[in-house]
């Protein structure tokens, strides 16, 4: 009795066992809906459980297991729309650097002259340098006139109306000198004024930019700042020169 009881119990176990292994393959077979496509060509709509050859040239809708829509996908890209695309892409990032770089100038600049009384001193202090050139270019240039009022003086006895003899080395050379002096004096002059011209005005673009800062405006939201470096024509930078500082 008790070997029929011993034996009767692993019998169980195993047909147990057996049942539970048989149901496994029916589990492992199951697999989850896959996600359809769906396009139309021709009039005529495809479906398919892989993305759709016969629609290389439209969009395919990939639906998920319950039809809804999980994405448009879209066809492939032509060389020119590639291309458009490339430009596009490449636009938008340089307007975006753009706006980062005018973002980054407003805050050094706000925080470089806080109020309009610094950014009028940083001015004149600008100025200052190329005003003593201006100045000491001009006082030259007034004494190298004395000295050329002189050599034609002097010029007059070998060349006039009358007379006209070849001028001795020493002296032809003396003009020589004064005319190349007086031609770089003035140079130097007019450099200082078209650099007073150009200091002027971007002392001028900055203080309107802070004006809009100060009075709230966000930063880099006046867009891109002019570029400065660029040189003002000699007539305007005299003009500048010799506006008031505001």
Not at 18 to 24: D, E
Not at 30 to 49: A, F, H, L, M, T
Not at 143 to 164: A, M, P, T
């Amino acid at each position: 009795m008790a070997s029929e009881h011993g034996c009767s119990l692993p019998r169980v176990l195993v047909a147990s066992l057996a049942l539970t292994l048989a149901g496994l393959p029916a589990f492992a077979q199951e697999k989850k809906p896959r996600p359809s496509y769906s396009c139309v060509v021709n009039g005529k709509r495809i479906v398919s459980d892989r993305l759709i050859p016969e629609c290389n040239n439209t969009e395919q809708r990939e639906l998920n297991s319950d039809g809804s829509l999980k994405q448009i996908v879209k066809p492939p890209m032509t060389p020119d729309e590639r291309e458009d695309a490339e430009k596009k892409e490449f636009e938008d990032k340089a307007k975006i650097a753009a706006f980062n770089d005018a973002v980054r100038r407003d805050r050094n600049l706000m925080q470089r002259y806080p109020d309009e009384a610094s950014h009028d001193k940083a001015r004149q202090k600008a100025l200052d340098e190329f005003r003593v050139s201006e100045k000491n270019s001009n006082a030259r240039i007034a004494i190298l006139l004395d000295e050329k009022k002189k050599l034609d003086e002097d010029k007059l006895f070998y060349v006039n109306d009358k007379i006209k003899k070849p001028l001795p080395s020493a002296l032809k050379q003396k003009i020589d000198a004064n005319d190349a002096a007086l031609e770089a004096q003035r140079s130097i002059a007019q450099n200082a004024q078209t650099e007073l011209g150009r200091i002027n005005r971007n002392f001028d673009l900055e203080r309107d930019r802070l004006r809009k800062l100060w009075g709230g405006a966000r930063a880099g939201s006046l867009g891109p700042l002019p570029d400065t470096r660029a040189p003002v024509a000699p007539e305007a930078a005299i003009a500048e020169s010799k506006r008031p500082a505001s």
